[in-house]
């Protein structure tokens, strides 16, 4: 059985702007073009070019296709109008979280869901699992789809050039369908970099010709291709959880800090909901470890997995940590104890490679664009 990573339908075009390639969740994906730094630059000033084909997308339609979501996942999906948006999370019956998710209402009974890449399988058995009595179908539509996003405040005026969409009428989590660069596709806009942006999902073949068609568009304001690791830079900055270090299924969503996802009134049973009730009442009454920002004093930078100290103690573990373009120095999530994690609580450190490098305890996110 072959273990090569897969390939989206725009690997050659990476290779040839000379992208530096990487395996991330079984597929080969551009991890940079030149400087990680100027790409999160681009994106915060002006606009970024991603290819996200790596993600998962599973078509739910039926009858019952809101009412299996609904079973199937923490949100209340029949509460999402048609042409809108939702981020939840599919958990297991003890509450632990499988993936978080991007829900697509594009019909008046169907569905997109789209799952991390690397979750993705695990997303589409549960969900198969989960449909035993409801009419409805669960459709691997991994194949189906090239997910090309442009991000940054030069986004909207860089699609409009190249879209018969109304965008000015897109709200923010929100998805329509219209034509880019004269071809069919779902433009979306959500996101994960805390810019304003879209993301296109079109047919593989038509990759290439969008990509084409963003980069002139953008030439002129300064849209420049990105890789997966200013994404990730991006992300952290914008206070936004990333599976694997701030979710996993060792946690809910509770733990995680996201019991806002979980919709217990909505009508019927879902799964994880008894483990998830409990979870609630327990973080209620003696909060676990909560999720917080940290800003380094110095020019250390923490990984995922180093140990959050305080009076010679371990209090926390960080799950993200990189150097901040934005904020000029290293910053991180981590999980801490509830008793230091208040804003500006003092004494915390990380304990990098045996010495404990001083930082201070903020608010998520750390950064928050201008409307």
Known sequence: MS????????????RSLGATMTDFAGWDMPLRYGSERDEHQAVRTRAGLFDL???GEITVTGPQAAQLLNHALV???AT???GRARYTMICRADGGILDDLIVYRTGA?????????GNAQTV????????????????????AYALIAVQGPESPGILAAVTDADLDGLKYYAGLPGTVADVPALIARTGYTGEDGFELFVAPEHAERIWRALTEAGA????????????????????MPLYGHELTEALTPFDAGLGRVVKFEKEGDFVGRAALEAAAEKAAANPPRKLVGLVAEGRRVPRAGFAVVADGAVIGEVTSGAPSPTLGRPIAMAYVDAAHAEPGTAGVAVDIRGTHEPYRVVALPFYKRQK
């Not at 273990?3 to 990476?14: E, G, M, Q, S, W």
């Open 3 to 14: 273990t090569a990573p897969r390939r989206t339908a725009l690997d050659a075009l990476h």
């Open 53 to 55: 084909s790596h993600m």
């Open 75 to 77: 949100g209340n999906i």
């Open 80 to 82: 999402v109008g048609t």
């Open 109 to 117: 009974t169907e569905y997109l869901v789209v799952a991390n890449a």
């Open 124 to 143: 589409l058995d549960a969900l198969r699992e989960r449909a035993a009595g409801f009419d409805a179908e669960v459709r691997d539509d991994r194949d």
């Open 220 to 239: 002129a304001a300064g849209l420049v291709p990105c890789g997966l690791s200013c994404r990730d830079t991006l992300r952290l900055e914008a206070g």
